[in-house]
């Protein structure tokens, strides 16, 4: 089976643009999560989605949104980039409620 | 709500030594718990998981770890290690259908 699989890996984006990611979970899975990693924070947790719908979320603004297509493919996006956004943004698939597989991640640089 | 403390930020070892990463979690409920490694520009690989059954759980790589309840630890051991298990170790927790709780992670140094 092909893993997680994330795009884009890099991108540089300049503050005020909006930038969107897009994620292909494990074939099969229809549970969908996403982290945002910096070094001062670790990993705090974004968003999961299940079959299309939302089921949790994490203590991030508004600007941060995501969404799940019927394919169970997903993509978040983040609206007007500040600095502190530049981070390693990881998506994870999951079969049930047990662990997470992950991709390797788009890195975000907000200059 | 669950909460994981990963208590070293760093653990600097020679190779062959036998090691230790710690994590203690917080939770009013019965956990699943995970331990995962990270390499350098890579996303978290799976090392072992514990779901029920025997507290001790043996993983990849020959990485280890005991879940104890009493002390709601779950600290990750290798007897021997090499120069390649340089990297960051994450410890997670989750409560039934929650998602997952990551420790801020421990970076584990293996030096010749």
């Known amino acids: 089976k092909a893993g997680v699989t994330q795009t884009p890996r890099y991108l540089i984006k300049t503050r005020g643009q909006q930038v969107t990611l897009s994620c292909s979970p494990i074939?099969?899975?229809?549970?969908v999560s996403w982290y945002q990693q910096t070094p001062g924070q670790g990993l705090q947790f974004l968003f999961e989605?299940?079959?299309?719908?939302?089921?949790n979320k994490g203590n991030f603004p508004g600007r941060f949104s995501g969404r799940q297509f019927s394919n169970s493919r997903s993509e978040m996006n983040v609206s007007t980039l500040e600095l502190g956004d530049s981070a390693l943004y990881l998506c994870?698939?999951?079969?049930?409620?047990?662990?997470?597989?992950f991709g390797e991640g788009s890195r975000l640089t907000v200059l | 709500a669950q909460s994981v403390t990963q208590l070293d930020s760093q653990v600097p070892v020679f190779e062959e030594a036998p090691v230790e990463l710690r994590c203690n979690y917080s939770?009013?409920?019965?956990?699943?718990l995970f331990w995962y490694v990270q390499y350098p520009n890579q996303g978290l690989q799976l090392l072992l998981k514990?779901?029920?059954?025997?507290?001790l759980v043996k993983g990849i790589n020959g990485f280890e770890a005991e879940f104890n309840k009493s002390q709601t630890s779950f600290h990750l051991r290798k007897p021997s290690v090499h120069i390649s298990d340089t990297a960051e170790y994450f410890c997670a927790v989750s409560e039934g259908y929650s998602t997952l709780t990551f420790g801020k992670g421990t970076m584990l140094l293996v030096s010749p």
């Open positions: 074939s099969g899975h229809r549970s």
């Open positions: 994870a698939s999951r079969d049930g409620f047990r662990e997470l597989f």
């Open positions: 989605y299940f079959s299309e719908t939302q089921r």
């Open positions: 939770s009013s409920v019965s956990v699943y």
């Open positions: 514990y779901l029920s059954g025997s507290t």
